[in-house]
């Protein structure tokens, strides 16, 4: 599968959306949904959006492609408006930049981890998209802070992981936080090995933001199972820490064992995670077996 393919399955997997009408207008229920302190959501084609609007600022994180982001930008405007407007990328995949040359035409400032504007670039070069790029013009390394409104919001960058340039962007007074595509929930996730991925690391990510979280702490996800949606607990990201985990583990048992490369990612499911969902090739537990043979061997 090539880059634009992937993008289009990405683009499906939304809010466990299964088919993105040719027509927006076609769509009944709304996009939008809010959940709790001016803080909510929009799924209508690819990773999932979050929002925070109050007097004076609109905060959104990530832009999915060029059609649904014309739609946000028109349609937030029944949640709130400002003077302040800023887009944040939790990383640099397609499905959650490539609307922001819209945005950025909006009057948008773009934030990112340092890594996501050259990641993307080389990304939009290797598919000949260029010209449709926009990239955060403001950019941190570890972590990046501001108050809108009764909010503090707080992207932390955490290391290596699903990319090399990942955040999570807490709303502190909420309770909430945006994890882009550190949790595909309950589907076997795109590990991005090019991008700079590290399975590790990932680990321990979802590690320490569980730990940061408590029990009412209420997490956004880029892409989710029908069943189990886009939204979820600290509960969703230590059960993605346990699949990871048990992804090194076998691969590594499989390594001692002598078994060859083939051997070892020929394997379709885990009997301890029998929710999970192959929704194609590309995302899929031999995909994920094949990268964890790869950072485990340093090939």
Do not use: C
């Amino acid at each position: 599968m090539n880059r634009l393919d992937f993008l289009k399955h990405l683009g499906l997997l939304s809010a466990g959306a299964a088919i993105l009408p040719t027509n927006f207008s076609s769509i009944k229920q709304s996009p939008f949904t809010e959940l709790r302190g001016g803080i909510g959501m929009f799924s209508m084609q690819g990773g999932t959006i979050g929002w925070y609007t109050t007097d004076g600022a609109i905060v959104v994180i990530d832009s999915q492609f060029p059609d649904p982001a014309h739609a946000f930008v028109e349609g937030i405007s029944a949640f709130g408006t400002g003077p302040q407007k800023v887009l944040f990328n939790s990383h640099h995949h397609g499905d959650h930049t490539g609307g922001n040359l819209v945005f950025e035409n909006d009057g948008y400032t773009i934030i990112a981890q340092k890594n996501v504007p050259a990641l993307q670039r080389t990304a939009a070069q290797n598919s000949d998209n260029e010209a449709n790029q926009a990239y955060a013009a403001t950019t941190f390394e570890n972590e990046f802070s501001f108050d809108a409104g009764d909010e503090t919001i707080n992207a932390k960058y955490y290391g290596p992981a699903h990319t090399k340039g990942d955040s999570v962007i807490w709303f502190e007074n909420a309770n909430i936080a945006h994890m882009g595509d550190l949790v595909f929930n309950r589907l076997y996730p795109f590990i991005d090995r090019n991008g700079g991925a590290m399975i590790s690391g990932w680990i321990n990510l979802l590690e320490t933001v569980a730990a940061k979280a408590n029990s009412e702490t209420l997490f956004i996800f880029g892409h989710g199972k029908p069943e189990f949606g886009v939204t979820g607990s600290r509960e969703d990201l230590l059960h993605k820490r346990d699949f990871l985990s048990h992804l090194l583990e076998y691969t590594q048992k499989g390594i001692d064992a002598g078994r060859s490369r083939e051997e070892i990612t020929s394997r379709t499911s885990f009997d301890e995670f029998p929710e999970h969902i192959s929704p194609s090739n590309f995302l899929s537990l031999p995909r994920n077996l094949d990268v964890a043979w790869l950072e485990l061997t340093n090939s």
